[in-house]
């Protein structure tokens, strides 16, 4: 079959079990971030964190400028900027300069935060942050257009005759990109502005799955009202996504870390019940896999999930796999490689020409080695040796 092009890379967030030392947590990260980059992977997103011991990260941006010089080709994402938090001309100043650090190698991921945490230590009412987020996005993109001064006066942000000093590095501007997770707002929103989106395709421990189809209808449908357009190409889906050399060795690999995550996380952070979907203690990796919450397996059946993932959804155009320590830090970097190696050339076109090219010879094989054969009787023959008997045993027709 002719399989789908999709592009591969990281939504690294990042979220780390409590315990570790934080400095070589951050050097655990940038280190992951520079394997990717060497994997050859296309992204990798890092997101804004400021409660709750998980998300180790409270400035996305500055990270990623140390990031910046350290690697050499990878696109690299904020996953996410919460704008209720910032200041837009703030976000937009900062966004640009990043911009030009990287030569253009910056995307601006932004969302309306999702930590209650972090909005109360901000005095910020959780019931208002959608609408301060649809508020911010159209300043921040009235900025980064550059058409001239802005002027905005909201209950929480002033721009008076506000302009950045700084265009954007490259002259189609900053790839700006909104997440969603189950309601139709952020993909509404997405298509009112014509952005990219980033939808989280896992669902919750003991959630249904999202119905992705119906998530970028709600972007498409927004988009034609505002005379926008939006693409799948520019759809990314998040995933929890491990390859082994088995199915086996990723559930062993997966066991301890999926389980922290599962009741350390979801159950005491965010305040899922876990409890109450009865899942054997030790057992939240089968849970996890069968619910579809996570693709895990040998190349072949990762491979065979995303497929399944991309027939569900109608398409999109990247695949970014969550970090959240389900692994070791070598399991983990070893999934990343396995990944690279043999699950993205299936779908980022790299294999085709090969392909191409081994079937082709093969299909001219009767042609071919006879011609081999007698070009070797020639030499024998041209150098007054005897010609040594040489035949081609027959290839058994196949059952």
């Known amino acids: 079959m002719?399989?789908?092009?999709?592009?591969?890379?990281?939504?690294?967030?990042?979220l780390h079990p409590p315990g570790e030392d934080p400095s070589l947590l951050m050097w655990r990260d940038m280190e992951l971030v520079e394997w990717l980059d060497q994997l050859g992977l296309d992204e990798a997103w890092v997101g804004e964190h400021h409660t709750g011991?998980?998300?180790?990260?409270?400035?996305?941006?500055v990270f990623l400028a140390a990031a910046a010089e350290r690697t050499k080709h990878i696109r690299l994402g904020t996953g996410v900027t919460s704008l209720p938090y910032h200041h837009p001309y703030m976000v937009a100043s900062r966004i640009v300069q990043l911009?030009?650090?990287?030569?253009?190698?910056?995307?601006?991921?932004?969302?309306?935060?999702?930590?209650?945490?972090?909005?109360?230590?901000?005095?910020i009412e959780p019931g208002?942050?959608?609408?301060?987020n649809g508020e911010a996005l159209e300043a921040v993109l009235e900025l980064l257009e550059g058409r001239g001064p802005v002027n905005r006066k909201t209950d929480w942000f002033v721009l008076q005759d506000a302009h950045l000093q700084h265009r954007p590095y490259r002259r189609e501007g900053i790839e700006v990109a909104i997440s969603s997770a189950t309601s139709p707002l952020s993909m509404q929103l997405a298509g009112r502005h014509g952005l990219s989106?980033?939808?989280?395709?896992?669902?919750?421990?003991?959630?249904?799955?999202?119905?992705?189809r119906r998530q970028w209808e709600y972007a498409e449908e927004a988009a034609a009202a505002s005379g926008r357009s939006v693409s799948r190409e520019n759809w990314r889906l998040v995933v929890n996504v491990y390859v082994a050399e088995s199915r086996k060795q990723a559930l062993e690999d997966l066991r301890v870390g999926s389980a922290a995550w599962m009741r350390g996380y979801f159950g005491d952070i965010v305040g899922f019940p876990v409890d109450s979907l009865g899942v054997e203690p030790g057992r939240e990796i089968e849970f996890l896999?069968?619910?579809?919450?996570?693709?895990?397996?040998?190349?072949?059946?990762?491979?065979?999930?995303?497929?399944?993932l991309y027939e569900s959804s109608g398409g999109f155009g990247k695949l970014l796999v969550t970090g959240a320590d389900w692994a070791s830090r070598e399991n983990t970097k070893r999934s990343f490689e396995l990944l690279a190696r043999f699950v993205a050339p299936r779908f980022n076109g790299s294999l085709r020409s090969l392909d191409s090219s081994r079937?082709?010879?093969?299909?001219?094989r009767g042609e071919f080695v006879p011609q081999a054969?007698?070009?070797?009787?020639?030499?024998?023959?041209?150098?007054?040796?005897?010609?040594?008997?040489?035949?081609?045993?027959?290839?058994p027709e196949p059952a």
């Open 2 to 14: 002719t399989r789908p092009y999709i592009g591969f890379g990281a939504f690294i967030s990042p």
């Open 53 to 61: 011991g998980w998300g180790t990260i409270g400035s996305p941006e």
């Open 99 to 123: 911009d030009h650090m990287t030569r253009g190698r910056v995307i601006l991921g932004v969302g309306a935060g999702s930590s209650p945490g972090d909005a109360h230590m901000l005095g």
């Open 128 to 132: 208002e942050q959608r609408r301060m």
């Open 197 to 212: 989106t980033l939808s989280f395709a896992s669902p919750r421990p003991g959630g249904s799955p999202p119905d992705l």
């Open 289 to 308: 896999v069968e619910s579809g919450a996570a693709i895990v397996g040998s190349p072949d059946e990762v491979s065979e999930g995303i497929e399944r």
């Open 359 to 364: 079937d082709w010879v093969m299909s001219r």
């Open 373 to 395: 054969l007698n070009a070797v009787k020639r030499a024998f023959s041209d150098s007054g040796v005897d010609v040594p008997q040489l035949t081609v045993p027959e290839r």
